[in-house]
């Protein structure tokens, strides 16, 4: 993705070259960045000390923070396991679900790749620049949001590149809602 490489090595950006897998799968990797907790086995997450972990957003919530969260594989969630236990104010899941329940989906390389005429990620990514609008320039309101995305990338890592003009277009609209401004701090 030369375009998107080419973005993100501009001044103000840092590369996670150092973040290392905890292990296989995404639901453990991500899970130990948003709760500080080592998981080393989705099973554990059965386990009440996985289950009623702090998730970071919480500590937003407490804060007064406008909280966002939401995926965009439906078929495999990330948070199907948390969910219940960890509600986000801001999270599209159910709307989602019942978009893809009600329009034609296009699966491909195992995903929904297509719901209805739109690429399965852009409503996640449309859902973002959403809240940025409302959040932080209407209301001035201090946010945090956790938007994954996966269709394209899960088992597939070149699947991306045919879409790096569109991830660079997003990038650039949330550029102008000046959510990068408050990396230059």
Known sequence: MPLTAKFVRREGWYSLSGYNKMADNTFPNVYT????LALLDEHAFRWPKYRYAKMIWRD???????????EDVL??????????????????????????????T??????????????????????CAQFITRHMLELDQPMFGFFWSCT???DDYNVATSLDRIFVDYLRLFEQLKLFDIMQH
């Open 152 to 154: 394209f990338t899960h």
């Open 106 to 127: 296009y699966v491909r390389f195992g995903y929904d790749y297509c719901i209805g005429r739109r690429l399965a990620f852009s409503n996640v990514y449309d859902f």
């Open 75 to 104: 078929s495999i969630p990330l948070f199907s396991r948390i969910y219940k236990w960890t509600l986000a104010p801001y999270n599209i899941r159910s709307l989602l679900q019942r978009i893809a329940k009600t329009l034609k």
């Open 60 to 70: 937003y919530i407490r804060a007064g923070y406008a909280t966002a969260v939401t």
């Open 33 to 36: 960045v948003l709760s500080g």
